[in-house]
């Protein structure tokens, strides 16, 4: 099965979770799509196995051919070319490579050229947890062709845990969509309950079910919960505000290492979405 593990806004607490997750059950894939700011590395420390380049597709024009008809500017929606009639220029970083040009190229002047993106990195933790993550390369505007690369090394007979990047873009949508579970991961503030409802409204949008962990619960917080409650969304676990916690994760320690009734909560969460995808409610 694959769970995801997002969060509306950065700072939540996701890449501990995400990382937690993976840890306590045997048979678990790990990875890390936030390829702009991969951090599940620092909490799990994997050995790395291999690397391999990622490359995203551009439009290359060949000017034998082209007659500078302009139909290439016209069809492409991104608005990444420009015809100077004598060169047509391509704005690399605004390029979706949606291939319409190519299609609609009438003198079939318009092939495919290759750029480097990131690299992929795989190896394991230990011989029960899988880990993968990339590394965009710095300038690279889009990191949705690095994510579709990483979700290739899902495996099917294990349990898939995706670190998703943090927000809604579409770099949140490409980590996400194919999941049978989302956990979105918030805090018990006023910003962690406004970019939880964003999240929520996509994850509704897109059709994936989904539960809710409060992190650094604090419960004189009430909004959080009166929306839950109101929205009729599952609070899987709420998570106390817990200097111990915060003091593991400076260090770079998984939290569920030092506390077992953490560490049974992140269990019995994995048990409840195998068998039934819509986990009880759990409280540390
Ligand atoms: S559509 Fe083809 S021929 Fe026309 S300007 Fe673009 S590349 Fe050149
Ligand atoms: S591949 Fe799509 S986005 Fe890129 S230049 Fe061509 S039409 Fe525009």
């Not at 979105?184 to 503030?189: F, M, N, Q």
């Not at 619960?217 to 111990?244: A, C, G, T, V």
């Not at 003091?247 to 979405?273: C, M, Q, R, T, W």
């Amino acid at each position: 099965m694959i769970i995801s593990v997002a969060s509306g806004k950065g700072g939540t607490g996701k890449t501990t979770v995400a990382a937690s997750l993976a840890s306590v059950k045997d048979n678990c894939v790990y990875i890390d799509c936030d390829v702009e700011e991969p951090n599940g590395h620092l909490l799990l420390n994997p050995k790395i196995d291999f690397e391999e380049k990622v490359y995203k597709k551009l439009p290359q024009i060949d000017y034998n051919k082209c007659d500078f008809c302009g139909k290439c500017v016209e069809v492409c929606e991104f608005n990444a070319l420009i015809n100077l009639k004598f060169e047509i220029i391509l704005f690399e970083e605004m390029c979706h490579w949606c291939g319409s040009c190519k299609y609609f190229c009438p003198a079939k002047a318009i092939t495919d050229r290759e750029k480097e993106i990131g690299v992929l990195r795989c190896g394991s933790v230990n011989e029960h947890l899988i880990f993968a993550d990339g590394i965009l390369k710095i300038g690279e505007i889009s990191s949705v062709p690095l994510i579709k690369e990483l979700k290739k090394k899902v495996i099917k007979e294990k349990i898939n845990i995706i670190d998703s990047p943090p927000g809604t873009s579409c770099a949140m949508i490409e980590s996400v969509k194919d999941s049978d579970f989302c956990i979105l991961v918030t805090e018990s503030t006023p910003f962690g309950l406004s970019d939880l409802k964003i999240a929520a409204d996509v994850l509704n949008e897109i059709g994936i079910p989904f539960g809710v962990i409060i992190n650094k619960y604090k419960p004189e917080f009430k909004e959080m919960e009166n929306y839950l409650n109101d929205n009729m969304m599952d609070i899987l676990l709420k998570i106390p505000f817990d200097r111990k916690i915060a003091e593991d994760y400076s260090k770079g320690i998984l939290p569920v290492f030092n506390n077992n009734e953490l560490k049974n909560a992140f269990a019995g969460l994995i048990n409840n979405l195998k068998t039934t995808k819509v986990p009880e409610k759990t409280d540390v």
